[in-house]
């Protein structure tokens, strides 16, 4: 769950409310009956607060992001993606009161582009989070916040494929093209020299990996 922060003639507006993380943007859904979407169309500034809490693994980490939002139509396909996060993968199984009343009432989409993104990790014992933290950076443009959190994942991975092909784009970003070359390198090398079952796993790093280096020549 996420809450939307939107501005009205009577001041700020909270609405809770499912959001898909896709494509470098916070995807929301509602229908014209809904009042957050109007108020993005007359001000489209607007800020999403998101918090895990799992007292008994530990984890408190909270992503705040500003932005900029934009009503845009339905894609069902993204809707599904969205929904299933939500209510599982088996929509056989979805709540045939809840579909009538909410799903099938679904009419438009809001997408908001993130301007800044601020992430906070104050759990017990995650380091994991950090990789996904530095992937929202980058995706944000933030690239010397996301070579900072993928430096505290990679203290405890330092040979994970996906860790190291995103630093490689941090320092791409920050414009360090041998750093980034040489990170690239290791994560083709660390996929090469896995274990055949963690080979099928992580061989998108290394055509990702590849990919890159040939854009560089």
Known sequence: MAHLATASEAGPRDSPVWYLWEDGAIWLVGNTRDTFPTRIERDARC???IVEFDLARGLLRHVGIRGVGAVERLDHDR?????????????????????????DRLELMVRIQPTSIVAR???YSQYEIWRE???TYIA???????RGALERFLD?????PEGLYLM??????????????????ACINAVKTAPAY??????????????????QV
């Open 168 to 185: 490689g784009r941090a320092h791409a970003g920050l414009g360090h093209r041998s750093e980034a070359a040489s990170l690239m390198e």
């Open 47 to 49: 800020a999403v607060g």
């Open 121 to 123: 990790d104050q759990s």
């Open 133 to 135: 933290v530095g992937a």
């Open 79 to 103: 809707v599904k993606r969205l929904l299933r996060r939500y209510l599982g993968a088996d929509e056989a199984g979805w709540n045939r009161d809840f579909k009538a009343s909410v799903i």
């Open 140 to 146: 944000a443009g933030q690239y010397e916040d996301a």
């Open 198 to 215: 963690k080979y099928r796993l992580e061989k998108r790093w290394l055509n990702e990996a590849q990919q890159f280096l040939r854009s």
């Open 156 to 160: 405890h991975r330092e040979s994970d």
